[in-house]
């Protein structure tokens, strides 16, 4: 089968953009990511709404009327609960995929939608607030899960050259969903009081197109060969992925990597954490994922509106500019998209997170001169913008990218398990602490996101290579030196042996 699947193909290994790659990036993204960045910002509009809503239920219940310390840790708790969803979900994520495949994960774990959306849509009628909570809770454990699993297909299917533009998708549909989140909340449409339960609700309706279509795209090639075994199954999605070529020198690469495994099992968390020819890739992830979150973006997406009062801008006009800021954030994840196999990973983080460091600074001292200074207010928009573009260039789709450049398939599942708890227990951190944050130390809390962003950029410089248009063996050697492991013990494998069968190997004892 795998040698008449040969014969049918010639010419050289496809690298263009094929309408499959495309597709199916777009169809995972849509489903998964866009989801992500909705819920991010979905209740940064209704927050008085929601808060109203807890006050109406524990009046007509205990007969109490609670203050508003109480109102603003209970409206904590509902945005933050989606970041503890979310480390929840990155935890199951070795498993998951390593049992149901990549695309197998994301088509299963559509269910914890249905499930969140109906408990946050029927809230208000049921007068149950637990149920807003709850189901932002599993809204997050669907983000946790997708977040990490949609770039690590997107990474295994794409050829090398390919590979940094598909996985930043998904960075351009969390743009997106945050602005159809902002767009939405406009009083104009459904940012009404009586209308935010269905506000909350709509993540339903991306899902259900992807789960109508994506069952029908093939499972992650890379996958099916290293971790399955299976051929011919190989062969066949690489040739629905890309129909014109001769994909000898792409199974070769995944063999190589194949034979260079001491396992074909999936290495655990604990396995990865004691592995000494990954610590400096395991470091890398650790510094790169908590960096991406406490850079202030969280803050900024979680209460933005809050954000732009306290900076002085007129209330009617709020709404606004929060919706501009949305539209910046899809123009600026479309330029990273576009650039970074011209410019490559290291350049758009260290761009990226010394612009953010910049800007974070820049709200210190325009919020403090502004008393004096009434235009500075309009300085402080900027450097949000700025924040967020700076943000969605390069941090913000990057470190999902090279957590899967950085290490093999057999490390690959517990990599994204690692950076995913880290990733989601800043998330929380941020969303819980910032507005206490805020009240204790006013513009000052942003020259702490002004540190960790120029302390990350720093790290990239000595630290991480390019990886642009390497394999993942190339990148594994790159580690080597820093690691202090023999290149040749990265390739040797005492006991297994590759028999070569109609031109492809098959694993032997």
């Not at 989606?82 to 149901?100: D, N, Q, S």
């Not at 495994?261 to 790169?288: A, E, K, P």
């Not at 950029?457 to 030196?481: H, L, R």
Request: charged share 15%; net charge neutral.
């Amino acid at each position: 089968m795998a040698e008449e699947l040969l014969l049918e193909s010639n010419g050289e290994p496809s690298s263009h953009l094929t309408k499959p790659l495309l597709a199916v990036a777009f169809l995972s993204s849509f489903g998964s990511s866009m989801l992500y960045g909705y819920n991010l910002a979905v209740v940064n509009s209704p927050a008085e709404y929601i808060k109203d809503f807890y006050n109406e239920t524990m009046v007509e219940r205990y007969d109490w009327i609670p203050d508003e310390e109480l109102l603003t840790v209970l409206y904590a708790l509902t945005v933050s609960i989606f970041a503890i969803g979310g480390m929840t979900g990155a935890l199951l994520v070795g498993r998951l995929v390593t049992t149901y495949g990549r695309k197998g994960t994301l088509v299963r774990v559509t269910l914890l939608v249905f499930i969140g959306g109906a408990l946050m849509g029927f809230s208000r009628r049921c007068r149950m607030p637990a149920m807003v909570i709850l189901g932002r809770f599993i809204t997050g454990v669907h983000s946790g899960i997708s977040l990490s699993v949609v770039p690590m297909y997107l990474g295994e299917i794409a050829p090398k050259n390919l590979r940094g533009f598909l996985s930043l998708v998904p960075s351009i549909h969390i743009c997106v969903g945050v602005f159809i989140a902002q767009v939405l909340g406009l009083s104009e449409l459904l940012g009404k009081e009586e209308y935010w339960p269905l506000l909350l609700s709509l993540v339903v309706f991306p899902t259900i197109v992807q789960l109508m279509l994506l069952p029908w795209f093939p499972e992650s090639p890379r996958y099916l060969l290293i971790e399955k075994g299976n051929i011919p199954a190989t062969i066949s999605a690489l040739k629905w992925y890309r129909p014109k070529g001769n994909f000898q020198a792409e199974v070769d690469e995944m063999q190589e990597e194949q034979r260079s495994l001491s396992s074909v099992q999936t290495v655990s968390v604990w396995g990865l954490l004691r592995d000494r020819c990954v610590r400096w890739q395991v470091i890398t992830i650790v510094v790169v994922n908590i960096g991406m979150q406490l850079s202030g973006i969280d803050a900024i997406w979680f209460y933005t509106n809050d954000i732009f009062k306290n900076a002085g801008i007129p209330e009617p006009h709020i709404q606004y500019t929060t919706v501009g800021t949305g539209a910046i954030e899809v123009i600026s994840g479309m330029l990273g998209c576009f650039t970074i196999e011209r410019l490559g990973r290291r350049p758009l983080m260290i761009g990226g997170f010394l612009f953010m460091g910049l800007c974070c600074s820049g709200i210190t001292v325009s919020v403090i001169l502004q008393a004096e200074l009434p235009f500075m207010r309009y300085i402080s928009v900027g450097c949000v913008v700025g924040i967020i573009a700076g943000f969605c260039i390069g941090p913000g789709g990057v470190p999902f990218l090279i957590t899967a450049e950085l290490f093999k398939q057999s490390h690959r599942p517990a990599a994204y398990t690692v950076a995913g708890c880290l990733n989601w227990l800043s998330n929380f951190t941020i969303g819980f602490v910032f507005p206490f944050l805020e009240n204790a130390t006013g513009p000052y809390c942003y020259l702490i996101f002004c540190v960790i962003c120029l302390g990350v950029a720093v790290y990239t410089i000595f630290v991480i290579p390019e990886t642009k248009n390497k394999t993942f063996m190339e990148i594994s050697q790159m580690f080597a030196a820093k690691n202090n492991i023999p290149e040749e013990e990265l390739t040797s494998n005492a006991h297994l042996k590759m028999a070569m069968m109609n031109g492809y190997g098959t694993l032997v004892e």
